[in-house]
């Protein structure tokens, strides 16, 4: 577990982003004087720095990085503590691949649309081409390192990462073979689940990432990991049973394709095409040039059908101010076929398909696709004729299309988000006229107060200090004998930072309750630079860095003071974050918060000095 501000090498870590065999990646806050500014991803190597694998991968990464390839995650430094090593990355707002087809929360369900799979496919494939005259080979393609965005034009862009990580596969069959009773962990099955046979053996070449290339691509167009013989025997000593053609997993693919595919996930390197290249341009030609002759690709029937849905949404939806960083959109995930580690993939039989309904599916498709698009045509121009021409959201990509099922939710417009904001500051304005439930100026003894340290203090300011020494967050929380309100609150305190780094935090924790297993609350934090933080600490899964930003409201400046305020609204299971009685934020409350939690007041970080005044709390 990391804590709120954890440095590491002059890394503020923020929150973690994922895990693997190699090691845990964090989204972090740069350093103000280094070779990258904002956030990053930060890949660290828990007691790595004498690993033998190290000076290999950090090799191969240090030559990735002077490529300057835009299909190449960039790497910016390396960065150490202690015996932990990292490399300091791009952050890949949009996440993994494998992050995206295993988030239910995640816009891309699998299959995929033939035409992203192919594209995907093709931009891997050019770029494992491109770094082989430098003497690179990936050898551990995974959906995990293959990083996305979005063209203007909505459609995907591959970046890979984690270069010099193929003595993983060795790894995991050592692991195997230790503990042979046991059930594997998840990324032993995962990082077995892409390797080429060869590499099950130790051995790995170009030909190697072209069959890793191959299994994502089959599971990408299938929603199933084509795990080889060698790596099935290895993971549960069965004997393997043998790869299904993916036209009997998706009918909408087709024999064309299945020799494609397994030509690519031959188990003998010669028998693969000549090069990665090859086999891309051979699947894009039966995935994106087949069927019936003409513009009727699943893509553009997907494009049609998300712009009417998106119009339609437009008129009648209103969405939530609130935008936690980095969001994803929600979209429906029933066609997902994502197989955990327990679940080996060929263990059921897949359904055999008639030909002949798939020919009448496929006219049926077309004849859908041409209606749709009528209409489409017909709703357009009647809505162009009477309102003028449309605007859409900056935000809606119209060919953001991994799937038949993508679309993005609409934000609130402008003015909807006016509105929202007016009103959230006038409910602020009518419970601070009222009386307070509970009000402490914070000018006497603290010994109400329960603290987690002893560097509370009153200065000559006659404010109450606190003080942080230590490298564990600092609280002083309200006297238990305050009666908390039933129903919707405002808390209220002034904050002002006066010693420590203008990178440094100060303010309130909130729904503060406790268990056996640990406590459970929210913080609100500012800076002294004029940004604010939003996290939530619970026992089971630690402190979770939800959202971030620089706010005009927030004073800027060492000393400065905020008067920082939080609505709890249990009726609507919101709260809302204030500063200097302006708007900021509002989200949902996690599941298993207690509405009727307590207050406090915090300094998280190290030699961290904060002043605070006027604490309240109103009814609302």
């Known amino acids: 577990m990391i804590l709120e501000g954890a440095s590491f090498d002059g890394y503020r870590l923020l929150r973690p982003l994922g895990h693997g065999g190699a090691g845990e990646v964090y989204l972090a806050e740069a350093p103000a004087r280094g070779p990258v500014s904002g956030w990053v991803a930060i890949k660290v190597f828990r007691d790595a720095a004498d690993h033998p694998a190290l000076p290999g991968l950090m090799r191969q990464s240090r030559i990735a990085a002077t490529l300057e390839h835009p299909h190449i995650l960039q790497c910016y430094a390396d960065a150490t503590e202690g015996d932990d090593v990292a490399i300091v990355m791009t952050l890949a707002q949009d996440g993994s691949l494998g992050d995206m087809v295993s988030d239910a929360a995640s816009e891309v369900t699998l299959p995929m649309l033939p035409e992203s799979v192919a594209r995907i496919v093709s931009q891997v494939a050019h770029t494992l081409a491109d770094i082989q005259p430098h003497g690179l080979t990936h050898g551990d393609l995974k959906p995990t390192n293959l990083f996305v965005r979005f063209a203007p034009d909505g459609s995907p862009v591959v970046a890979l990462s984690d270069f010099g990580h193929a003595f993983l596969t060795p790894a995991a069959v050592s692991w195997l073979r230790e503990h042979p009773a046991k059930s594997p962990p998840e990324w032993v099955v995962e990082q077995l689940a892409w390797a080429a046979p060869e590499q099950i053996l130790g051995k790995s070449s170009p030909a190697s990432d072209q069959y890793s290339l191959a299994a994502i691509a089959y599971f990408l167009l299938t929603g199933v990991r084509p795990i080889s013989s060698e790596a099935q025997s290895v993971l549960n000593g069965r004997p393997p049973k043998s790869i299904m053609p993916p036209s009997r997993l998706n009918p909408a693919l087709d024999d064309e394709t299945d020799a494609m595919l397994f030509h690519a996930l031959a188990p003998v390197p010669e028998q693969r095409f000549a090069d990665v290249v090859d086999f891309a341009d051979a699947l894009n030609a039966v995935l994106v040039t ?28 209103v969405a939530s101010r609130s935008r936690p960083f980095p969001g994803r959109l929600s979209l429906p995930t029933s066609s997902r076929r994502v197989m955990s580690a327990a679940a080996l993939v060929h263990d059921e039989e897949a359904p055999q398909v008639d030909p002949a309904a798939r020919l009448r599916r496929r006219v049926t498709r077309y004849a859908s696709v041409t209606l749709l698009l009528a209409l489409l045509a017909l709703t357009v121009s009647t809505l162009v004729f009477h309102v003028g021409p449309i605007r859409l959201p900056a935000n809606l990509s119209l060919a953001r299309l991994f799937n038949a099922n993508s679309g993005a939710p609409l934000r609130a417009s402008p003015t909807a988000e006016s509105s929202a904001q007016a009103q959230a500051e006038s409910r602020l304005r009518t419970a601070l006229a009222g009386q307070p439930v509970y009000r402490d100026a914070l000018t006497g003894s603290p010994a109400s107060w329960s603290v987690s340290g002893k560097a509370i203090f009153f200065g000559p300011d006659h404010r109450l200090h606190l ?59 500012v800076t002294s630079d004029g940004r604010f933080d939003l996290w939530l600490q619970q026992p089971e899964t630690g402190l979770t860095f939800l959202t971030s930003g620089y706010v005009a409201s927030l004073k800027t400046g060492m000393g400065q003071t905020n008067t920082l305020a939080v609505l709890v609204d249990p009726t609507a299971n919101t709260l809302s974050l204030f500063a200097n009685g302006a708007f900021i934020y509002q989200s949902p409350i996690g599941h298993g918060v207690a509405l009727a939690g307590r207050l406090g007041l915090v300094t998280p970080d190290t030699n961290v000095e904060a002043a605070f005044a006027n604490f309240a709390i109103y009814p609302a």
Do not use: C, W
């Open 290 to 317: 087949r069927d019936l002759p003409g513009d009727t690709s699943y893509a553009r029937a997907s494009a049609s059908r998300q712009v009417a849905d998106s119009l339609r949404k437009a008129s009648s939806s």
């Open 467 to 525: 003080h942080n020494t230590t490298k564990s967050p600092l609280f002083a929380n309200m006297p238990t004998s305050v009666t908390m309100p039933h129903g919707a609150y405002v808390a209220q305190v002034d904050v002002a930072q006066v010693g420590g780094a203008t990178s440094d935090h100060a303010g309130m924790r909130f729904l503060i309750s406790k268990s056996a297993k640990g406590e459970t609350y929210y913080s609100f934090l």
